[in-house]
């Protein structure tokens, strides 16, 4: 029998499988679930961004070899220019990637070897412990505590640096906790990686979705963050373009090369007409009515669904993040309250001990996907549910 790597061996199904195997066998059946699982955005983009898709595929390049058009890293850059008074070098510090499964991947190939480790929180995105295995790295987690608003505390993170850490990973705002961090917060971030040498990974990619009043800031706006960050943006969640798999990194000269050296010596771009829509994303004069268009569309969500939670009992109060809704259930077990919510009810939550041991307790719902009037029916299906639990 051909030999299966032992990475892949070892690392058992997670919650999320075990999730989403439940959820095929279930819609197989016929039945009507409503999904605030593991979503994503499915509207359209917006007119100009889905007109230059369109425009792009009649292009006589548009099904050609794709490389990076310059254009793209020179819009990412006026983007960082206008949107946080950062100037980038557009020829070495900006890398688009393909989404962020690709452009992930570069991390743990670029700064870690074999046995080296990597700092990671919990609860947090899995798709890290998952990236960090292709390389046999060593990955520590560090805990965040509802006591801080699940904002890491950089003076517990100190015995947990040994001398073969590399890299920190910091995302805010936060999957799963939709928490949202302050400069100040990551002047400590770059502080702490420059005294102890380490990459700082600063995901933004859900930096636009944030409430009134709230601002998500670049590491980039912290003197000396070159030295040590880099930090990744998406199109998916500020312009509805989950399909375009498109995202990018920013960063210092030296860690965005070592970055692009991974793509090999030919390195290809994603296709030219998502790269040419994307580009009119940036660009456009309406840029910043279209981000603030889908801020409030999932602050309509999220407040409606709060709302309707607390009218049956469930008072949840709300994250800085719409995108998400990161709640305690109600008996404290999450992955049996997400499997009662699902059978019962046809209701699909994600458990929060998926994303690790700190979020047992909790589930996060994802609101990217429902429309209102669904959601609304979440609630009355759940009701009979909640009330005895609540009680």
Same mark, same amino acid.
């Given at each position: ?5 032992? !990475? ?9 499988? !075990? ?7 279930? @819609? ?12 994503? $955005? ?19 390049? =548009? ?9 793209? *890293?020179? =819009? ?18 900006? /890398?688009?990637?393909?989404?962020? /499964?690709?452009? #992930? ?6 700064? #870690? ?26 990955? +520590? ?5 509802? =006591? @801080? ?33 302050? @400069?100040?917060? #990551? ?29 998500? *800031? ?35 000269? *030296? ?16 296709? #030219? $007409? ?79 001990? +998926? ?11 994802? /609101? ?24």
């Amino acid at each position: 029998m051909p030999y299966i790597a032992r !990475r892949t061996r070892e690392h058992p199904p997670g919650v999320p499988f !075990r999730l989403i195997n439940l959820l095929r066998e279930l @819609r197989h059946q016929g039945e009507d679930l409503i999904d605030l699982g593991w979503g994503g $955005p499915h509207r359209l983009p917006a007119p100009h961004v889905l007109a230059s898709v369109v425009d792009g595929c009649r292009a006589e390049d =548009a099904f050609s070899s794709p490389h990076i058009i310059p254009s793209l *890293p020179e =819009a990412i850059g006026e983007w960082y220019r206008s949107r946080f008074g950062v100037s980038l070098d557009r020829n070495s510090e900006i /890398l688009p990637v393909w989404g962020n /499964l690709e452009g #992930l991947l570069s991390l743990p190939l670029a700064f #870690l070897d074999t046995g080296d480790g990597i700092l990671l929180p919990n609860p947090g995105n899995p798709q890290y412990v998952f990236l960090s295995s292709t390389v046999d790295a060593q990955v +520590t987690f560090y805990p965040l505590s509802p =006591a @801080r608003s699940f904002l890491p505390s950089f003076e517990a993170l100190k015995p947990l640096v040994t001398p073969r850490v590399r890299l920190l990973v910091l995302q805010l705002p936060s999957d799963p906790t939709a928490t949202v961090g302050s @400069r100040d917060l #990551l002047a400590q971030a770059v502080d702490f990686c420059r005294r102890h040498d380490l990459v700082l990974v600063h995901d933004r990619r859900l930096g636009e979705i944030t409430d009134d009043g709230v601002s998500s *800031p670049s590491v980039f706006e912290v003197p000396g963050a070159r030295e040590v960050a880099v930090e990744y943006g998406s199109f998916t969640y500020s312009f509805h373009m989950a399909g375009a798999r498109l995202g990018y990194f920013v960063g210092g000269s *030296p860690l965005i090369a070592a970055m692009a050296r991974t793509r090999g010596p030919f390195p290809l771009g994603p296709f #030219l $007409p998502i790269q040419r829509a994307a580009i009119q994303a940036l660009t456009h004069s309406d840029r910043d009515a279209a981000i603030e268009g889908v801020r409030v569309l999932y602050r309509d969500r999220r407040n409606a669904l709060l709302q309707a939670l607390a009218s049956v009992g469930w008072a949840i109060p709300p994250s800085p993040c719409p995108l998400y809704v990161w709640a305690p259930v109600p008996g404290g077990d999450d992955d049996r309250f997400v499997e009662r919510c699902l059978i019962e009810a046809g209701v699909v939550f994600t458990p929060g001990r +998926t994303f690790g041991d700190a979020g047992r307790g909790y589930v996060r719902m994802d /609101l990217s996907k429902e429309e209102l009037p669904r959601l609304m029916e979440a609630v009355d299906r759940l009701q009979p549910l909640l009330v005895p639990l609540l009680s």
